[in-house]
């Protein structure tokens, strides 16, 4: 469904030794932007396809959205094997087993070194059994043939916009029983990648190599790397590539793959076994927990995480059906799985645990190299209360957000919220009211200090504004329960063991770690990712990502599920009033976009829309206040954009080579930092920070211009995400239905984008949406107010959206009485290609062929869309990733 699917910006490289940056028709190595500038110039990694078509390997769009996800994000390690292994395959003892030959060229003899890439397939396969048959049964993994059967994308709710994937082999997890394993991403492990000729291999003398061939082959790679990711939760994946008789071990994690130095795996294949031995038989604390006992996982899978057994996942049902929720499917029981949170002291102890049944995936952001978002419906064990539990991948130059939302909790406690703030709110907020509230004597008096003096005259309207949700809590905005940065708090740990006397944990401390002189650091459990290093070791601390995790009590149904467009429109509202208290606290979102925001589901509603996800948040008055401002209030930010705006140098992007466009806040010189190199840090972060947003949501002067990113293009992305809704989910009047659609919002660069919204802005709006009056004048007269906000010249003025006048559209729709009801969103199909109008929200949908009519033999030559997927006979609930907990393991018997 791609309303779920975010098309999130992240930095994209620059200069690279090992690859240029996307071009196009999937060529790496054409000049691209700074990966220091904020947001891409194209959709990555297929996000966002409006046509089928778009989805398919060959299509061009998805050949150039990956050339740029994979744009300088695959660097060689230039060292031996030894020490590729020490670095990147962790491990507590090397291989304890010898090695399973008398003659290392044994296990690969057979395998041809000409003719066609499939005949290599049954004796590769030959061969990795081989190695491995000294494993114990309990660890020992299965291989197959993937070549001939097409795996879909793992979620089914995003499957039209990711096409099905054909891995060449396919590695199990340990003890595998089902036959019928290789058949779905949920059993599958590892993936081998098989190419006939060493003339295939991706990776030259000098790196990646240049060209189609070369970025083909390492889509198909990466492809298969963010398919095992996304399954099962992995904090870091291995996939092997072959080439003719050479192979390279590749080590993908969301923020960059490593690529081991190339090995003749038929004269010895002593890599490959080491590489199976290590990662069948890692041992990690059981969930997580420093002094629990060791237990046994994959590499790479997240300790925290554990299988449901069938008895609590059929529990898990019974609730959501107690709970009025939608049965699970029977993709989610397979996906569910539980989740270990500890809580810690002050002293960094552990306080306690918390386990939470993930049991419905809301929201996922499919990229491989990003946030990797993912929002999932959970249960606390024991009280079975309904949670959302968010997961993303934080670039550590970002702003922690588990600090963000500990400062909106301060902000919003009752015993550190000023009486004045809740009155200011209340009386702002009923502004629209027939009998709206009014200040005393005209407003607040205010003492030497600066605060408004508290009056009898104020006893009453103090009262009703306790007594509001909107002015007295946080409103548009979810309660958190926990946050937490699993990979600050490893890397704090890394930190303190490796000083007897180790300086105070601070973010910029615990960051510096990543920048290794000769290798990254070796974080005990690898919720930090060390990828990035080998890409610009000196940029480490800013390009790493580090695994946050956030509890929310606030649960809620994505907003493509609106039950009325009523329903739509009141949650937009209270979003904006959400956005209005994070910008009063200091923050500005950023990235207004569907996957971040919610329709609350509730048995007591407070608000109907809230607002979620800091990661891209800008802390405005942190930065004001580090680049030496005296006075940080929301005066002086306006003023300071202005000025910015005003000075710069050349306001069009992109700018010249001549013209060096000024960070957003550069630093003063009666600031706080001194020496050169903390101006130096702060200028790559401000950088960093300069611009983000989700590509369909983002307004036109942040795609096209330098200008500050503030709240009025926040605003502006509210109106974008209105649209976007109403041409998805409702019926409307233009025709044919999705060319509106395309329109506006099929667009893969920001230059595109920026041209087909100012075009739907400029032009007239000749088409209302059906039967609805009040939606459709909120359009209208929405989008009147975002053609001013935007300037049409450089010199040219521009009327700037605000909250008041935002708040006003929607105050005045919601009070017109003849709103629809039970007009719920209609689902949104994506058509198989352009020409194909009957698709998106509208009544025509043509006949859905049965799963019978596209099933055909193994023959792979015909039309590849119409590959089967040949689903499990039963529906496994116990995922392989789980910790092995139960009887010791057995040699068992050893075949030859």
């Known amino acids: ?90 491990c ?116 990646v190599k240049y060209g189609k061939e070369a970025t083909g082959v390492l889509t198909q790679i990466a492809k298969s790397a963010r398919n095992l ?31 081991s130095r190339a090995f003749n795996y038929k004269t010895d294949p002593s890599p490959l076994h080491e590489l199976l031995w290590r990662f069948c038989h890692h041992r990690e604390h059981n969930r ?80 491989l190299f990003s946030r990797s978002t993912a929002v999932w419906d959970a249960f606390e064990e024991g009280t079975w209360e ?56 005209g407003g607040f008096k205010l003492d030497d200090q600066g605060c408004p003096i508290h009056s009898e005259d104020f006893d009453e309207l103090e009262a009703e504004a306790e007594l509001d949700a909107a002015a007295s809590e946080l409103y548009g905005l979810p309660s958190v329960t926990f946050s937490d940065d699993l990979g600050a708090r490893a890397a704090a740990k890394l930190l303190s063991k490796q000083s007897d006397s180790p300086p105070e944990a601070s973010d910029e401390a615990i960051d510096a770690l990543a920048s290794g002189v000769d290798h990254p650091p070796a974080y005990d459990v690898y919720h930090r990712t060390i990828c990035g290093w080998l890409r610009n070791a000196n940029k480490a601390k800013y390009n790493e990502r580090s695994h946050t995790r956030v509890v929310m009590k606030t649960t809620g149904r994505p907003l493509s599920e609106f039950r009325s467009t009523r329903e739509l429109v009141m949650a937009l509202r209270d979003v904006v009033i959400g956005h209005r208290q994070l910008f009063q ?110 590509l369909l949501y983002m307004a036109i002067e942040i795609l096209c211009s330098y200008v500050a990113h503030d709240v009025r293009h926040d605003l502006e992305s509210v109106f974008w995400l209105l649209l976007c809704m109403v041409v998805r989910h409702t019926i409307h009047t233009s025709y044919p239905a999705y060319e509106l659609y395309l329109d506006i919002f099929d667009a893969h660069t920001e230059r595109a984008s920026a041209k087909s919204k100012r075009s739907f802005l400029a032009g007239p709006m000749d088409w209302e949406v059906e039967g609805n009056k009040p939606l459709t004048t909120l359009i209208r007269k929405y989008k009147v107010l975002c053609l001013r906000n935007t300037p049409r010249e450089e010199s040219s003025n521009i009327t700037p959206l605000t909250y008041e006048s935002v708040l006003d559209l929607f105050d005045e729709a919601l009070a017109d009485t003849s709103w629809p009801k039970n007009d719920r969103a209609l689902p949104f199909k994506i058509p198989c290609d352009s020409n194909d109008s009957s698709a998106g929200s509208q009544t025509s949908r043509g006949k859905k062929r049965t799963r019978d009519e596209e099933a055909r033999t ?39």
């Open 1 to 90: 469904m791609s309303p779920r699917t975010s098309v999130s910006s992240s930095s994209q490289s620059s200069g690279s030794c090992t690859g240029g940056s996307s071009g196009s028709s999937g060529r790496l190595g054409s000049p691209s932007s700074s990966d220091m500038y904020g947001t891409m110039r194209s959709r990555k990694s297929g996000n966002g396809v409006a046509t089928k078509e778009q989805a398919v390997g060959s299509s061009e769009v998805n050949k150039d959205s990956w050339a740029a996800e994979i744009n300088g994000k695959i660097n060689v390690f230039d060292k031996s094997l030894v020490e590729f292994f020490d670095t990147y395959v962790p």
């Open 92 to 207: 507590e003892a090397a291989s304890r087993a010898a090695r399973p030959w008398n003659d290392p060229a044994t296990p690969f003899k057979t395998v041809p070194t000409t003719g066609r890439e499939t005949e290599m397939y049954p004796h590769i396969i030959k061969g990795l059994e081989s190695i491995v048959r000294k494993f114990k049964p309990a660890r020992r993994p299965r291989f197959a043939n993937g070549s001939k059967r097409a795996l879909r994308f793992p979620y089914s709710a995003w499957e039209d916009e990711h096409n099905y994937t054909l891995p060449d082999i396919l590695m199990s997890f340990p003890a595998e029983a089902d036959a019928d394993w290789h058949l779905n991403w949920r059993r599958i492990a590892m993936a081998i990648e098989v190419k006939p000729t060493k003339r295939e291999d991706p990776i030259g003398l000098r790196g």
């Open 229 to 259: 990711m996304l399954t099962h939760g992995m904090l870091y994946v291995y996939i092997v590539g072959i080439y003719c008789d050479t192979a390279r071990i590749y080590r993908f994690d969301h923020a960059a793959c490593v690529v």
């Open 288 to 367: 997580g927990r420093a002094n629990a006992p060791l237990v046994h996982m994959v590499l790479g899978a997240d300790p925290s995480l554990q299988p449901a057994t069938e008895e609590e996942v059929q529990l898990a049902n019974e609730r959501c059906v107690e709970a009025g929720k939608n049965r699970l499917t029977e993709e989610e029981k397979s996906a569910c799985r539980w989740m270990t949170v500890i809580r810690y002291n002050k002293d960094g102890s552990e306080a306690g645990t918390t386990r939470y049944l993930l049991y419905r995936l809301r929201f996922m952001n499919p990229r």
């Open 386 to 441: 309904p949670l959302v539990i968010k997961e993303a991948w934080r670039q550590l130059a970002r702003d922690r957000e588990d600090a963000l939302y500990d400062r909106l909790r301060h902000a919003f406690d009752p015993q550190n919220r000023p009486w004045w703030a809740n009155v200011a709110d209340y009386v702002f907020l009923h502004r629209n009211d027939e009998d709206k509230p009014t200040l005393p004597d």
């Open 585 to 694: 606290q200091g923050i500005i979102h950023r990235d207004i976009s569907e996957g971040n925001v919610m329709i609350l589901d509730g048995w007591i509603p407070v608000f109907v829309g809230f607002l979620l996800d800091l990661d891209y948040a800008f802390d405005w008055k942190t930065a004001l206040m580090y680049a030496g401002y005296d006075r940080i209030d929301e005066v002086t930010w306006k003023r300071f954009v202005e000025e910015y705006d005003k000075n710069l140098p050349h306001i069009k992007r992109p700018a010249p080579p001549e013209k060096e466009i000024p960070v957003l806040i550069d630093k003063k010189r009666d600031g706080k930092l001194k020496n050169k190199a903390e101006r130096e840090k702060w200028t790559i972060k401000m950088k960093m920070k300069e611009r983000t947003g989700t």
């Open 858 to 896: 193994d023959d792979v030559e015909g039309d590849p869309w119409r590959l089967p997927q040949h689903a499990s006979k039963k529906a496994m609930v116990r995922s392989p990733l789980g910790i092995d907990t139960g009887s010791s393991e057995s040699e068992g018997s050893v075949s030859s």
